[in-house]
Structures are given as structure tokens and as C-alpha cells.
């Protein structure tokens, strides 16, 4: 059974920065692609970023391309998200998912097939 357990969240002021990791465990990480969405109070789910399964690939929501960054360490089975110039439009919920085997990294929650449980992120005005 696949755990995925994210940490790094909290409360920061606008414009500051947070790091995002999401620990993998019960199978091989590295064979899979990762995403990161998030949901706000009252929201859907949205996507955030995502990584192919080794890395060269990644994709980004317009509302965070140039501000955050996906990254994975397949010797420590993590992926991060760092978050740069953070707005209070990015508060929300954030969870990782892991995709198929060889994934390319989708935009689309149905092609995840394990979530974590998601970590707060709050930005203050």
C-alpha cells in the first residue's frame, strides 16, 4: 500500500516562501510521476505542478508558473514544491499524488491513484 505523507506547511506573509515535501512509501518511487494540488475553503481541488517520472518533464498551473517549483529525490523517495513570492491566493490545502508507472505528470486528478492527507498553507496580506 503506497503512503504519501507531505509536510512543510504553515503560515507565512505574502511574498515570503515555504517548501512542500511529500515522503512516498510501499512501492518504487522512482517509476512514477507526481503532482501537487491544492483546495481552498469553499473550492474544487486544483492542479498545481507535476513531475514525469524522472524528472525531465514538469508542468505548472498558470497561477504559479515563475513562483513555484516541483522537484523530486528519488534516493529519498520525496518530492518537493518550493513556493516563492507566496499571495494570500495560494492559501489552501495542499496534497501530493503519485500517478501511473512512467507517467508523464498529468494535469488530471483522475490519472492519481494515491493521495496524502495535505498540509495547510496560509499567506497573510
Known amino acids: 500500500q503506497v503512503q504519501l505523507v507531505e509536510s512543510g506547511g504553515g503560515l507565512v506573509q505574502a511574498g515570503g516562501s515555504l517548501r512542500l515535501s511529500c515522503a512516498a512509501s510501499?512501492?518504487?518511487?522512482?517509476?512514477?510521476?507526481m503532482g501537487w494540488f491544492r483546495q481552498a475553503p469553499g473550492e474544487n481541488r486544483e492542479f498545481v505542478a507535476a513531475?514525469?517520472?524522472?524528472?525531465?518533464?514538469?508542468d505548472y498551473a498558470d497561477s504559479v508558473k515563475g513562483r513555484f517549483t516541483i522537484s523530486r529525490d528519488d534516493a529519498k523517495n520525496t518530492v518537493y514544491l518550493q513556493m516563492n513570492t507566496l499571495k494570500p491566493e495560494d492559501t489552501a490545502v495542499y496534497s501530493c499524488?503519485?500517478?501511473?508507472?512512467w507517467g508523464l505528470g498529468s494535469r488530471r486528478e483522475h490519472e492519481y491513484f494515491y493521495w496524502g492527507q495535505g498540509t495547510q498553507v496560509t499567506v497573510s496580506s
Open positions: 510501499g512501492r518504487t518511487f522512482s517509476s512514477y510521476a
Open positions: 499524488a503519485q500517478g501511473g508507472p
Open positions: 513531475i514525469n517520472w524522472n524528472g525531465g518533464r514538469t
